[in-house]
């Protein structure tokens, strides 16, 4: 049961230009969502992160957008640099989860060629 | 930077072992967690652990697995008879308190080989 997706598996951008990764949720329970990034032999680092009640957060080059009516989220990372190629997370977590555990996407795999 | 510590890096058993994971929480984290990612998979709650015991655990996180926090600063999991599908990375997580709960800072991870 996934409770929540990334479609898209790999997505390729040029440096300088916009990443846009998406993600889908369908438990209209869920009123915290994050975005993690994992290079290779390294845990998730977290990214940035929304509440329920709001529809975007920005920290820097990374902003979060939340459409609850759609239950879609997607990070927008601009100017995208190569140091920004990883694989990104989706996760989110339920309101009525007492032990707070994280939902997870399969992940985007995000390359940034120069 | 506080980071969370894993340990070994890579663990190699037989099936029908028992093995135990261990992790090093950022130190003044209250809140505990393992996942697990099988290769190709997602990452995957296994369980939490606040105040010395389970607050929450999968449907993974059956009668072979248990979780400890034997002193102030380990938290370990226990395998206590390992399967070949028990291959898995696993993360152990933790967060501050209850306000920055969702916030989990994750360790590098153990990758566990069952042959």
């Known amino acids: 049961d996934q409770q929540v997706k990334q479609n898209s598996p790999s997505l390729s951008v040029q440096e300088g230009r916009i990443s846009i990764l998406n993600c889908d949720y369908t438990n209209s329970m869920f009123d915290y969502f994050l975005w993690y990034k994992k290079y290779p032999a390294e845990g998730p680092t977290f990214l940035i992160s929304i509440s329920s009640i709001k529809d975007k957060n920005e920290d820097g080059r990374f902003t979060v957008f939340l459409n609850k009516s759609a239950k879609h989220l997607s990070l927008h990372i601009v100017p995208s640099q190569p140091g920004d190629s990883a694989v990104y997370f989706c996760a989110a977590s339920d309101v009525s989860n007492s032990g707070y555990a994280l939902n997870f996407g399969k992940g985007t795999s995000l390359l940034v060629t120069p | 930077e506080p980071e969370v510590t894993q340990t070994p890096s890579h663990q190699v058993t037989q099936m029908g072992q028992e093995v135990i994971l261990r992790c090093v929480p950022i130190?003044?984290?209250?809140?505990f967690y393992w996942y697990r990612q099988i290769l190709g998979q997602k990452v995957e709650f296994l369980v939490s652990f606040y105040n010395n015991e389970i607050s929450e655990k999968s449907e993974i996180f059956d009668d072979q697995f248990s979780v400890e926090r034997p002193d102030g600063s380990n938290f370990t999991l226990k395998i206590r008879s390992t399967k070949l599908e028990d291959s898995a990375m696993y993360f152990c997580?933790?967060?501050?308190?209850?306000?920055?709960?969702?916030?989990?800072?994750f360790g590098a991870g153990t990758r566990l080989s069952v042959l």
């Open positions: 997580a933790s967060t501050l308190d209850s306000i920055a709960k969702n916030i989990q800072y």
């Open positions: 130190s003044n984290h209250l809140y």
